[in-house]
């Protein structure tokens, strides 16, 4: 049974940092991503990883600010936010899939986490 468990989220002062993770079990996957979804807006992708970590991509509203790394060998994902603002201020999810394209859209994923609440103060 595939299982997706997030962890990390919380609130934060505006340029403060946290770190998000997503276990995986059950198997695992080619791609790795992030996604969030503010209140009224529709999901978005952050980044994703693929298997050995060579290939990562990023939305440009993130990019130097939000890293996103795996351990192959715990099965994990990892989602390191620096500078947040309040504008990050969103449900976190992490996804998993075998698709090597259209992989910063939902539909590029099988699996996802249950979500992880993060607020940035201002």
């Known amino acids: 049974q595939v299982q997706l468990v997030e962890s990390g989220g919380g609130l934060v002062q505006a340029g403060g940092s946290l770190r998000l993770s997503c276990a995986a079990s059950?198997?695992?996957?080619?791609?790795m991503g992030w996604f969030r979804q503010a209140p009224g807006k529709e999901r978005e992708f952050v980044a994703r990883i693929r298997q050995f970590g060579v290939t990562t991509y990023y939305a440009d509203s993130v990019k130097g600010r939000f890293f996103v790394s795996r351990d192959n060998a715990k099965n994990t994902a990892y989602l390191q936010m620096n500078s947040l603002k309040p504008e990050d201020t969103a449900v976190y999810y992490c996804?998993?899939?075998?698709?090597?394209?259209?992989?910063?859209?939902?539909?590029?994923?099988?699996?996802w986490g249950q979500g992880t609440q993060v607020t940035v103060s201002s």
């Open positions: 996804a998993a899939g075998s698709s090597l394209s259209r992989t910063t859209m939902p539909l590029a994923y099988d699996y």
């Open positions: 059950g198997r695992t996957f080619i791609a």
